[in-house]
């Protein structure tokens, strides 16, 4: 069974930068064939889609508070997802969580939900605090 560890997290200032990697534990496998996606989640609310993108590396999608500031990429060689964060904002603070979906497909209409992915890591605290 897959098994994703996020790395990267941290304490940044308003406007500030964080860059989120995920890849896998161990001999646990390959992200290669998997869709990746990026959730957020804040104290006491629901778990929020921020990125996404395809096992090929394209296409990608972005949640709508932070499209144009945060930017997703997959390095199959090296077995890595990327979160860029730039201009962080006080509402970005949260619980930011790695999924892969075995389907290796996102759509770009809509974000897909939590439920259409399989296998979690962890996560990763972010908080944008001055």
């Known amino acids: 069974q897959l098994q994703l560890v996020e790395s990267g997290g941290g304490l940044v200032q308003p406007g500030g930068s964080l860059r989120l990697s995920c890849t896998t534990s161990?001999?646990?496998?390959?992200?290669?064939?998997?869709?990746v996606g990026w959730f957020r989640q804040a104290p006491g609310k629901e778990r929020e889609a921020v990125a996404c993108?395809?096992?090929?590396?394209?296409?990608?999608n972005y949640g709508e508070s932070v499209r144009s500031r945060f930017f997703i990429s997959k390095d199959n060689a090296a077995n890595m997802v990327y979160l860029q964060m730039n201009n962080l904002k006080s509402e970005d603070t949260g619980v930011y969580y790695c999924?892969?979906?075995?389907?290796?497909?996102?759509?770009?209409?809509?974000?897909?939900?939590?439920?259409?992915?399989?296998?979690w890591g962890q996560g990763t605290q972010v908080t944008v605090s001055s």
């Open positions: 999924a892969a979906r075995g389907e290796g497909w996102i759509t770009i209409s809509t974000m897909l939900p939590p439920s259409e992915y399989e296998i």
């Open positions: 993108v395809s096992k090929q590396g394209l296409p990608t």
């Open positions: 161990g001999a646990s496998g390959s992200l290669e064939a998997y869709a």
